[in-house]
Nanobody, 124 residues
Framework: QVQLVESGGGLVQAGGSLRLSCVASGGTFSLYRMGWFRQAPGKEREFVAHISRGGYNTFYADSVKGRFTISRDNAKNTVYLQMNSLKPEDTAAYFC?????????????????WGQGTQVTVSS
């Protein structure tokens, strides 16, 4: 059983930056592909970014491409989401998730473990 704990959310002005972290425990972190998702009030959870087990391959939603960067440190059991040039439409609860196996995973239903989420609010 893998436990995931996110941190780093907060309130930021449009154009600003935040760095989210997600620490994993209870499993072998390097065996899991990791993803970030977000969910705004009244909307479905949507895919943001995905990273391979070794960190060499990444994949992004079109809405964040060029602004967000996903990375991981397997020695620290941590995955990060660097968010730059934030926009009000980026406001949401952000969740990290872990999935075993291979291949890019963009659907929330494909992930095995989830964190509790961290709120990001971008003011205009």
């Amino acid at each position: 059983q893998v436990q995931l704990v996110e941190s780093g959310g907060g309130l930021v002005q449009a154009g600003g930056s935040l760095r989210l972290s997600c620490v994993a425990s209870g499993g072998t972190f390097s065996l899991y592909r990791m993803g970030w998702f977000r969910q705004a009030p009244g909307k479905e959870r949507e895919f943001v970014a995905h990273i391979s087990r070794g960190g060499y391959n990444t994949f992004y939603a079109d809405s964040v491409k060029g602004r967000f960067t996903i990375s991981r440190d397997n020695a620290k059991n941590t995955v990060y989401l660097q968010m730059n040039s934030l926009k009000p439409e980026d406001t949401a609860a952000y969740f990290c998730a872990a999935v075993a196996g291979v291949g890019v995973r963009q659907r929330a239903t494909e992930y095995d473990y989830w964190g509790q989420g961290t709120q990001v609010t971008v003011s205009s």
